[in-house]
Each structure stands twice: as structure tokens, then as C-alpha cells.
């Protein structure tokens, strides 16, 4: 998957996506305005986040910052502006649903595309 996504200002909550990694469940990914990002377990509800992963890249991004998700089974990676953040390790294999955490501003998140590899 992958889109623009408009950083917050300074001091916002942060924005991002959420995996479903079992009905109810998943992981987040939150990018706050400075680029820097946080990995956690949330529930889909929004309820229950608790952060296990903390990255800064010290990087100024685009605004809005091209994102990119990938995901095969359990592992995660996800993209700023073409540069890794992390590659992750899910809790279990996602689901294939995916969410936007915009904190009330779906505009914030846009030209949304997504592909599904083909088995062989």
C-alpha cells in the first residue's frame, strides 16, 4: 500500500496506519510531525496502545511525505520518502485489513494505492 501522508504539525498526535493482525487487534504505526515514528500494539478501537518500537531518521520529510507499507504475512516494512523506517515483526501474520489513524483529518492521508502479489 502506499500514499501521501500530510506529517502534523509540531506537537499534534501523530498519524498513521493500523494492521490488523487478528479480529479486534493489530499493530499501529504513528509518524509524528518531526518524522520520527512509533511501532505498537493497539486494539481497532483505538483502545490499548502501548508503544515497543521507537525510530527518529533525523530526516526532514516531504510534506506531504510519501509513505509505502509492505507486507508479507507477519513482516512489516514501511517507508518515508523511499527511506526505510523499520521492518518489523508482527505479533501474527496480518489479516489484510488496514486502517488510517488521522485523528479526525481524513485528509490528511491521500492518492491511496494498494497491490496484492500473486502467488506462483
Known sequence: MEGDLVLPSEGRPARGLYVECEPGSGAAILIRGDGSAELGDIRADGAGYKVTFTEDRKMAFGRPAKF?????????????????????????????????????????????????????
Open 68 to 120: 509505502r507499507l509492505l507486507l508479507q504475512q507477519s513482516l512489516l516494512e514501511f517507508y518515508l520518502d523511499d527511506i526505510l523506517i523499520e521492518c518489523f515483526s508482527l505479533p501474527k501474520s496480518a489479516t489484510g485489513r488496514i486502517g488510517l489513524i488521522c485523528r479526525g483529518d481524513a485528509a490528511s492521508v491521500t492518492n491511496l494505492r494498494a497491490w496484492q502479489a500473486r502467488a506462483r
